[in-house]
T-cell receptor, first 112, second 114 residues
C-alpha cells in the first residue's frame, strides 16, 4: 500500500529565507504532483513531475523528483508572504488503479 | 463547464440523515476522484472513476458511503445515516484520461453533521 509522508508538517519562516519541503513515498511510482491550498479554498495544481530527475520551476518555487530515492522536494527561494499556504504532494499508484495518494501536507507561514 | 462544480457548497444535516453531494466535472474528463478533508488534515482518498472501468472504491470508509457516476459525467456521493465523524470537506477532482497535467479540484462541499 502506497504511503506518502511530508515533512515538515508545519513551517514558519522569515521572508527572504530559503527552505525545502520533502515528500517521501513508500512504493515505486512514476508520477507526482504538487498542490497548493489557501485557507478555506480548494487545491491549485503547481507542478506535475513525470520522470526521474524531472525539475520544474515557477517563480520562487522549484520541484524535483528522484524516483529511485522515492523522494520529491519543493524548494522555496527567498520566501515572500504570498507563499503562505498548505502544500501537498500527491503520488500515483502503479498497481491496480492509478489513483493518487496525498501526503499529509505542509503548512507554510512566511513572516514579514 | 469551465471548472469542476460541486453542490451544495455547504450542508448542515442532522445525525442519522442521508445526504447527497454532487460533482459536475469538466466536460470530457474521464477521470473523477472524491477525497475527504477533515479540519486541518490532509486529503483522504475515497473513490476513483475512470471512464467505463469499474470504480476503485477502496477508500470508502464504511458501507454507509457510496458513489455513482452517471453517463461518464456527473457523480453523486451519498452518505447514509450520517455520523458526526463524517463532518469534513468533500472534494471532487477531474482529469483527462492520462492526467498528465494534474487534475482540477472543485471548491468542495463542507458537510457538518449536528
Amino acid at each position: 500500500e502506497l504511503k506518502v509522508e511530508q515533512n515538515p508538517l508545519f513551517l514558519s519562516m522569515q521572508e527572504g529565507k530559503n527552505y525545502t519541503i520533502y515528500c517521501n513515498y513508500s512504493t515505486t511510482s512514476d508520477r507526482l504532483y504538487w498542490y497548493r491550498q489557501d485557507p478555506g479554498k480548494s487545491l491549485e495544481s503547481l507542478f506535475v513531475l513525470l520522470s526521474n530527475g524531472a525539475v520544474k520551476q515557477e517563480g520562487r518555487l522549484m520541484a524535483s523528483l528522484d524516483t529511485k530515492a522515492r523522494l520529491s522536494t519543493l524548494h522555496i527561494t527567498a520566501a515572500v508572504h504570498d507563499l503562505s499556504a498548505t502544500y501537498f504532494c500527491a503520488v500515483r499508484t502503479t498497481s491496480g488503479t492509478y489513483k493518487y495518494i496525498f501526503g499529509t501536507g505542509t503548512r507554510l507561514k512566511v513572516l514579514a | 463547464g469551465a471548472g469542476v462544480s460541486q453542490s451544495p457548497s455547504n450542508k448542515v444535516t442532522e445525525k442519522g440523515k442521508d445526504v447527497e453531494l454532487r460533482c459536475d466535472p469538466i466536460s470530457g474528463h474521464t477521470a473523477l476522484y472524491w477525497y475527504r478533508q477533515s479540519l486541518g488534515q490532509g486529503l483522504e482518498f475515497l473513490i476513483y472513476f475512470q471512464g467505463n472501468s469499474a470504480p476503485d472504491k477502496s477508500g470508502l470508509p464504511s458501507d454507509r458511503f457510496s458513489a455513482e457516476r452517471t453517463g461518464g459525467s456527473v457523480s453523486t456521493l451519498t452518505i447514509q445515516r450520517t455520523q458526526q465523524e463524517d463532518s469534513a470537506v468533500y472534494l471532487c477532482a477531474s482529469a483527462p484520461a492520462l492526467g498528465l497535467y494534474g487534475y482540477t479540484f472543485g471548491s468542495g462541499t463542507r458537510l457538518t453533521v449536528v
